[in-house]
């Protein structure tokens, strides 16, 4: 299932724009479940930040929320509809047109093993940009396509100084001894999953959530948490 439509004051473009238009510039996936998008509104206000970072524009992309929720209503009333969706969000904010497409949920491989590597953007650990999703570029594309050519289902990324960044898709975490310890922001993609999911879910398991720098890890559970997966367990291929 993919079905695609444009929004936005500048969406009579989008026609004209080609794929490699949209590298490069905001993006953001979430969630669909039961008709129901997951935290919509901190992604649209996660893509609008991201075009206020390139200097543009983007103070339409959170008024259309009802809009969105509308369309999605509408898709997922289609007699091939399935309960749970992912929806994906990429921002055009030079010609000012938003991408909505609906696509399938993808599963998570069990066991879920990484293949750690160097992260493709450390010599730019310190640009605010990769903060914001798809500012960095396609880099996390390569970096799943060779974890795979590994036998893993997805990359462990470290620093120059060898300490845990993120993976390819998702924001990571190691418990140990009843804490959950996640990298510091700094250079890292910013997960909403890690912002507005795992303080309740931690919670519910009694473990304290503390940001420091982690080594790669030779004991302790790790955790990968994104927007469309959730929080679940991987290994070390």
Same mark, same amino acid.
């Given at each position: 299932m993919s079905l695609e439509r444009f929004f936005g004051p500048g969406f009579h473009l989008a026609s004209a724009?080609?794929? +490699?238009?949209? #590298?490069?510039?905001p993006r953001t996936a979430l969630a669909v479940h039961e008709?129901?998008?997951? @935290?919509? @509104?901190?992604?649209?206000?996660?893509?609008? #930040? +991201?075009?206020?970072? !390139?200097?543009?524009?983007? $103070?339409w992309v959170e008024s259309l929320g009802p809009e969105i929720t509308a369309q999605i209503s509408v898709w997922m009333s289609r007699s $091939?509809?399935?309960?749970?969706?992912?929806?994906?969000l990429a921002l055009q904010p030079e010609f000012g047109f938003l991408r909505v497409r609906l696509e399938s949920l993808p599963g998570i491989s069990q066991p879920y093993l990484l293949a750690p590597m160097p992260h493709p953007l450390a010599h730019r650990q310190g640009d605010?940009?990769? =903060?914001?999703?798809?500012?960095?570029?396609p880099w996390s594309t390569a970096a799943l396509a060779e974890a795979r050519t590994l036998g893993a289902a997805d990359a462990l990324l470290l620093?120059? $100084?060898?300490? !845990?960044?993120?993976? +390819?898709? +998702?924001? &990571?975490? &190691? #418990?140990? $001894?009843? &804490?959950?310890?996640?990298?510091?922001? #700094?250079? =890292? &993609?910013?997960? !909403?999953?890690?912002q507005l999911d795992l303080p309740h879910w931690a919670a519910q398991r009694g473990l304290q959530v503390e940001v420091g720098p982690l080594a790669l890890p030779q004991h302790g559970q790790?955790?990968?948490?994104?927007?469309? =997966?959730g929080i679940w367990k991987a290994q070390l291929a």
């Open positions: 724009a080609s794929h +490699a238009a949209m #590298e490069g510039f008709g129901q998008p997951c @935290h919509l @509104h901190a992604h649209l206000h996660r893509l609008q #930040e +991201a075009a206020a970072a !390139l200097h543009h524009s983007g $103070d $091939d509809a399935v309960p749970s969706a992912a929806l994906r605010p940009l990769l =903060r914001h999703k798809g500012l960095g570029g620093w120059a $100084d060898g300490t !845990l960044a993120e993976t +390819a898709i +998702a924001a &990571v975490g &190691v #418990e140990r $001894d009843g &804490v959950l310890t996640v990298p510091p922001p #700094e250079g =890292r &993609v910013a997960s !909403l999953a890690e790790i955790w990968c948490m994104n927007a469309l =997966r």
